[in-house]
């Protein structure tokens, strides 16, 4: 489905994307909202798995200093051609982000050498660009980078780490072993990878907030189709007071929490 959503301009509408002359009329927060909200009554499980995507764009756009390889990857991902992912999390580490075991050596020309390991990276397995995190010296957070990887090069192994609650969703562990990174994808280098991780997490923290919005409403319209549908004693479930007096305070909560996050959006 991302090609198809891709060819609409459906994977994100944060931004115009004027770099790539894509140039969306409808673009920002609250265009990305309204997106989010209906791609996920499609399906949620999609919806999520195109967030991966949207957190690697936010960070090639960020830096991608007009640099052709790294505009060539955002428009892969952008119109849908691509899936993209991010790797943060490590076997050893949890949710520490930036006591990082994944070592990224400099090389005298700019470019990386990157061996370790990544683990419940969402579509890791089927991406062709990684945005991903280390450090030049292991458990050090004032020495991380930041890179783009092709995962075509030499070096990448990727294997799904297959979650019950989510399958449809490609969750991969991955294994980086003498991986070169040109120049030219490297989007932070030593000492700049942790601002560049912190500053992506503000997006990302916003989008969660609209994705949890937006499954709210997709659970709150499947469920009052039935609770309309559905009759008990003579009479739809709707019009019992536990039900119908519960489900409007679930609207209002839902639709002041709506309400909110678009002021947020302004």
């Known amino acids: ?23 969306y009329e409808e673009h920002g927060a609250a265009a990305e909202t309204m997106r989010i ?6 399906d949620t499980q999609f919806c999520m798995a195109m967030g991966a995507t949207i957190l690697a764009i936010n960070a090639i756009k960020a830096h991608h200093e007009g640099i052709q390889e790294r505009l060539d990857a955002l428009r892969d991902l952008m119109t849908g051609k691509e899936c993209g992912a991010i790797l943060i999390t490590e076997p050893e580490r949890g949710s520490d982000a930036v006591h990082q075991l994944t070592v ?6 700019g470019s990386l050498i990157i061996n370790g390991e990544k683990i419940y990276n969402t579509n890791s397995p089927k991406a062709k660009w990684v945005v991903g995190y280390g450090t030049a010296v292991a458990n050090e957070g004032n020495q991380m980078t930041q890179y783009l990887i092709n995962t075509s090069w030499d070096g990448w192994r990727s294997e799904r780490v297959f979650i019950p609650w989510t399958p449809k969703i490609w969750i991969g562990h991955n294994h980086l072993t003498n991986i070169r990174v040109p120049p030219e994808y490297v989007l932070g280098g030593v000492g700049k990878g942790r601002d560049h991780l912190f500053e992506g997490l503000i997006l990302e923290r916003i989008g969660i907030a609209v994705g949890n919005v937006a499954q709210a409403w997709t659970a709150l319209s499947h469920a009052f189709i039935y609770i309309n549908m559905r009759k008990q004693f003579g009479q739809e479930v709707l019009k019992f007071q536990g039900v119908g007096f519960t489900f409007a305070d679930y609207w209002a909560r839902t639709t002041n929490l709506t309400i909110g996050l678009l002021k947020f959006c302004e």
């Open 1 to 23: 489905w991302i090609p198809d959503f891709g060819a609409e301009g459906y994977v994100t509408r944060s931004y115009k994307m004027d770099e790539l002359d894509i140039n």
């Open 37 to 42: 909200l209906a791609v996920d009554q499609f």
């Open 104 to 109: 990224t050596e400099p090389q005298e020309d």
